[in-house]
């Protein structure tokens, strides 16, 4: 097949699946795929399960959206779903702001945000640990391990 030849097929076949990527519609309605867990922390400096130590184990949520998005119903999990962070209702997230979710007590912020636990740590300092954030309809939106 002559150079000419191959780049018609190619040309052929990068433009039905461009036709077909074009068909599907756009990706997400939510801006899910601009909201994502940027990172964090699972093992907090000295005894995880101590209430003075759970506020250094945390993990950072990154609006990438060029608008802001309200995060009502959204949740942040662990593997297995042993504890679940429901983020309360009209919460909202600014264009390039960056949310950290500390496992302890503290007040909420527009940044800082807690799961107001007392005892025990969230996150397991181990594979297969991970977190994952889920929009309000369930859909996992995005995941995050330091493993």
């Known amino acids: 097949m002559s150079t000419a030849m191959r ?12 036709m077909v990527g074009a068909a599907s519609g756009p990706p997400s309605v939510d801006g899910a795929s601009c909201v994502r867990i940027s990172g964090g922390r699972f093992d907090a400096p000295g005894n995880d399960n101590d209430a003075a130590h759970l506020n250094g184990e945390y993990v950072r949520i990154k609006n990438d959206c060029t608008t802001a998005k309200y995060l009502t119903g959204w949740r942040l999990h662990d593997y297995g779903r042993k504890h679940t ?19 302890g007590r503290g007040t909420n912020t527009s940044t800082k945000l807690y799961w107001r636990r007392t005892y ?16 309000a309809s369930g859909t996992l939106v995005s995941s995050w391990s330091p493993y």
């Open 7 to 18: 780049r018609l097929v190619l040309s052929v076949v990068f433009g039905a699946a461009t």
């Open 85 to 103: 962070y429901a983020f309360r209702s009209g919460f909202r997230i600014g264009p390039g702001v960056t949310v950290t979710i500390y496992s």
């Open 120 to 135: 025990g740590a969230v996150w397991d300092n181990a594979p297969p640990e991970r977190a994952y954030l889920r929009n």
